[in-house]
């Protein structure tokens, strides 16, 4: 069983709609959730992170934890051709710790205009 | 304020040949260092990581090896490519002995290509 499971996409919305973007992972001990971006051929780059159950808003994004269901998602408003992009869920067991991170595949996301 | 540098952006190596790409942060000292690899369509996979100079830890038993010679420096290699090697290679930092929340820095990455 894959540690951190993201559907691959590819996930197509118009312009201005809402974008869904869901990761689930394994290990239930598991503390800090984050999600990155990353556009074709560049590195990836921090959107948000979350460790508590419910919501966290950024501006357009949203990150929701459900730590019982295991479960973590990134909501995207009014997206924007230049949301299109692959983002990547990436999970911290222990937040202190050097190693850290494990990310899941990534979800390639296309915004329609 | 901090930045990473990655060389060279692009390298394109016959099997059998050996692999040397370095990495480089400014503007911190003791970070916590990494490199990944990132094959077509796939997600990252964390191939070592250094918590200070001359410290390094193996996730993925293969033909790879990583050094630290100097703080701020990490350096991936390898004595003999195999074409199972090409990829994005990016190496990455984070403050060290901080909370998790603080995010890894991502470098501009290597894109290595073994015919």
């Known amino acids: 069983q894959k540690e951190v499971e993201q559907n691959s996409g590819p996930l197509s919305v118009p312009e201005g709609a809402i974008a869904s973007l869901n990761c689930t992972y394994s290990d239930r001990g598991s503390q800090s959730f984050f999600w990155y971006r990353q556009y074709s051929g560049k590195s990836p780059e921090l959107i948000m992170f979350i460790y508590s159950n419910g919501d966290k808003e950024d501006g357009r994004f949203t990150a929701q934890l459900n730590k019982a269901s295991q479960y973590v998602s990134l909501l995207i408003r009014d997206s924007q051709p230049s949301d299109s992009a692959t983002y990547l869920c990436a999970v911290s067991l222990d937040p202190w710790a050097a190693r850290q991170l494990t990310f899941g595949s990534g979800t390639q996301l296309t915004v329609l205009p | 304020s901090q930045t990473i540098h990655q060389w060279p952006a692009t390298l394109v190596q016959p099997v059998g040949s050996p692999l040397s790409l370095e990495c480089t942060v400014e503007?911190?000292?003791?970070?916590?260092l990494y490199w990944y690899r990132q094959a077509a369509g796939r997600g990252l996979q964390l191939l070592f990581y250094?918590?200070?100079?001359?410290?390094i830890s193996s996730e993925v038993p293969q033909n790879l090896s990583a050094s630290r010679p100097q703080d701020r420096q990490f350096i991936l290699s390898s004595k003999k490519l195999l074409l199972s090697d090409s990829g994005f290679y990016l190496c990455a930092w984070r403050q060290a002995g901080t909370r998790g929340d603080n995010e890894q820095f991502f470098g501009p990455g290597t894109r290595l290509t073994v015919l």
């Open positions: 503007g911190t000292s003791n970070p916590n």
């Open positions: 250094s918590v200070g100079i001359g410290q």
